[in-house]
């Protein structure tokens, strides 16, 4: 067994040896490369300088095309599209491209777009893509008048109470920040931190709740409630809101009962005037949940779907007309769902009591999932 074992080795060797000496050596090609440049927006447009490096020596021209790609960035709309060639002479070792970034003065998201390299030529690639990272630093919010408008007034019925948010503060008087995280991410397993009023703005009438980004808390966002300030049974409500979209991204105006302290969810009852998951800007929810204790919820509803647009484009009313043993929602006077006191299968109906009021925007959770690229 030895002398076999060595018998093997050697012609093993011996194998590699003559492998080796007609062994035809291809020369390696030089790579090319591009990075990722971010620089902030501006108000003015910006420049950005990518740069294209070529790394090993080469004795005849590289030539290399590129292309501008969207990303959530938008070719003539964030940045200017453009597309060329490249050529490094020998010796040339870098190149620069540059891309023209379009400035404004809308708080929005980062942003970001591609420059793709494609058809080397004398070359490979080895980086193929650089990503152009647009940070915004604008803070002027958009607030377009178009929209549905309804009424201040209704006959048969009185003004109970408005708040048209005039001034640069929210009156809590009648409003409370809830914040934290909530027990298991509110119940939802949601991913924001809700802040004491850094994430809510208010000018010129409108009322802004802004989700972002957030180095120390992940994503930050608002959640505001009326409750034990300001409490409704029946009437009607008019909510004119202008939604946001995106993955992750689940803004609700909603309500539930003042009693929840002692009775506890379900029970207290959860009246959900308008729910949009971002995957789905077009679509609105309208939905009711209740039951005598967690094993016995029950929830139903049904959703309204704009046909041309969504949800984002322009201002929408979000109504309740709520009455003994019955509630009917609406989306800009238009009747999409209706529940009565027969409908609870058995569990007590809860819908006639005092509710409060609840606006916020959560990120992520399990019914939108998590975002993919923040719109934030």
């Given at each position: ?7 093997l080795?050697?012609v093993s060797i011996?194998f590699l ?5 007609k ?6 090609l030089?790579?090319?490369s591009i ?9 003015e447009?910006?420049q950005?300088?990518f ?8 004795n005849?021209?590289v ?9 959530t960035?938008?070719?003539g709309?964030d ?8 050529t ?6 870098e190149?620069?491209i540059?891309?023209e970034?379009?400035g404004?003065n ?6 970001f777009f591609?420059?793709?390299?494609f ?6 690639l080895?980086?193929s893509?650089?990503?152009g990272?647009?940070s915004?630093?604008?803070e002027?919010v958009?607030?377009p ?16 109470w408005?708040d048209?948010?005039n001034g ?6 009648d409003w409370t920040?809830e914040v934290?995280r909530?027990s298991n991410g509110w119940g939802?397993?949601e991913?924001?931190y809700?802040?004491?009023?850094e994430?809510a703005?208010?000018a010129d009438?409108?009322?802004t709740?802004?989700?972002?980004k957030?180095a ?7 959640r505001?409630?009326t409750?034990?300030?300001r409490?409704?049974?029946y009437?009607r409500?008019?909510i004119r809101?202008k939604?946001?979209?995106?993955q992750g991204i ?6 539930l ?9 379900p029970a207290?009852?959860?009246?959900d ?14 939905t009711a ?7 016995q ?7 309204y779907?704009l046909?041309?647009?969504d949800?984002?484009d322009?201002?929408h009313v979000?109504?309740?007309y ?12 238009v ?10 299968e058995?569990q007590?109906?809860?819908f ?5 009021f ?8 399990n019914w939108?999932?998590?975002p993919?690229v923040p719109?934030?």
């Amino acid at each position: 067994m030895p002398f076999s074992y060595a018998i093997l080795l050697y012609v093993s060797i011996l194998f590699l040896g003559c492998s080796s000496s007609k062994e035809t050596v291809t020369p390696k090609l030089p790579e090319v490369s591009i990075n990722n440049v971010t620089k902030i927006e501006g108000t003015e447009n910006t420049q950005f300088d990518f740069t294209i490096t070529l790394n090993g020596a080469q004795n005849k021209p590289v030539q290399v095309n590129y292309r501008t790609a969207d990303g959530t960035a938008f070719g003539g709309l964030d940045y200017k599209i453009s597309t060329g060639e490249i050529t490094f002479n020998p010796s040339e070792t870098e190149k620069t491209i540059s891309i023209e970034v379009i400035g404004d003065n809308i708080k929005e998201g980062n942003e970001f777009f591609r420059v793709i390299l494609f058809n080397p030529v004398n070359a490979e690639l080895k980086q193929s893509f650089g990503r152009g990272i647009i940070s915004n630093d604008d803070e002027q919010v958009p607030m377009p008048e178009a929209g549905y408008q309804t009424p201040n007034s209704y006959p048969t019925m009185n003004l109970v109470w408005a708040d048209e948010f005039n001034g640069d503060a929210l009156n809590l008087q009648d409003w409370t920040y809830e914040v934290g995280r909530g027990s298991n991410g509110w119940g939802n397993n949601e991913l924001q931190y809700y802040t004491a009023g850094e994430n809510a703005k208010i000018a010129d009438g409108f009322l802004t709740l802004e989700a972002r980004k957030d180095a120390q808390h992940n994503y930050t966002s608002t959640r505001m409630k009326t409750q034990d300030k300001r409490t409704f049974t029946y009437g009607r409500v008019d909510i004119r809101a202008k939604t946001p979209k995106g993955q992750g991204i689940w803004p609700a105006l909603w309500m539930l009962g003042n009693n929840i302290p002692t009775a506890n969810w379900p029970a207290c009852g959860e009246i959900d005037i308008m729910e949009i998951v971002g995957h789905e800007p077009q679509k609105t929810h309208g939905t009711a949940h209740w039951g005598s204790d967690f094993s016995q919820h029950k929830f139903k509803g049904n959703s309204y779907a704009l046909q041309k647009e969504d949800f984002s484009d322009r201002f929408h009313v979000f109504s309740i007309y709520w009455e003994l043993n019955a509630i009917y929602w609406y989306v800009d006077d238009v009747l999409f769902y209706t529940l009565t006191s027969n409908d609870m299968e058995g569990q007590p109906y809860p819908f006639n009591a005092p509710f409060f009021f609840l606006f916020n925007i959560a990120v992520g959770g399990n019914w939108p999932k998590n975002p993919i690229v923040p719109p934030f």
